[in-house]
């Protein structure tokens, strides 16, 4: 490919990323887009990605595919005997390093618009899911043992919910250069309690 065209094709994916995050993702103009990465050609988004959801799957598998690969190194040494805090570790740590940069704050805030697809987690491809973060979720759903088992899978939903819903908030704090209570050292640690909890908790009487 010629580097005029990786050049635009980075400066579409740029410019989705953040107007995607900033104004909503279906809220956004391909138009918009093609403006802000100063292209003449107003074909650029079909010619390089086809549609808008190709640019945004574009957008998630440049993400999703590096935090996949932290989340494998992090399961290597777990299994069906591992405690739950440590596998939903493996979940946590490779989000929460995404707020170390703007793109990774932006991505973050592009996932959490897509919660209404994690209940379908088992069928998703590979924008959303991975071989990873699956084996992640299916350790996960299946405990606690003495819990109903729809019980389990719709904590497990609320869980990734909280996760990226929290997550998105503290990017778009981050990025507003708001006052934060927590590091994020301290952040991470006290969000994993929250998931464990959401997934351990005793059910009512």
Known sequence: MPRSSVKTRE??????????????????QVQEIVVAADQRNTSAVTYHFGS?????????????????????????????????????????????SCLDTQSGCRYLQIISQLSDQF???????????????AKALELLESRPVS???????????????????SLSERARSLEARVQMLLNNSEYKE??????????EAPVGN
């Open 119 to 133: 209940s379908n987690w088992r069928s998703l491809s590979g924008n959303l899911s991975s071989p990873h973060l």
């Open 190 to 199: 006290n969000l994993i309690d929250m998931l464990v909890g959401i997934l």
């Open 52 to 96: 808008r959801e190709g640019l945004l799957e574009g957008i998630l598998t440049s993400h999703g595919q590096p935090i996949d690969e932290h989340r494998g190194e992090l399961l290597l040494s777990l299994d069906e005997q591992s405690p739950t805090r440590a596998l939903v570790d493996s979940l946590v740590v490779p989000m929460v």
């Open 147 to 165: 819990l109903p088992i729809p019980v389990r899978q719709e904590r497990l939903i609320a869980m990734m919910q909280l996760m990226t819903s």
């Open 11 to 28: 400066q579409l994916l740029l410019e989705a990323e953040r107007l995607f995050a900033l104004k909503g993702i279906w809220q956004v």
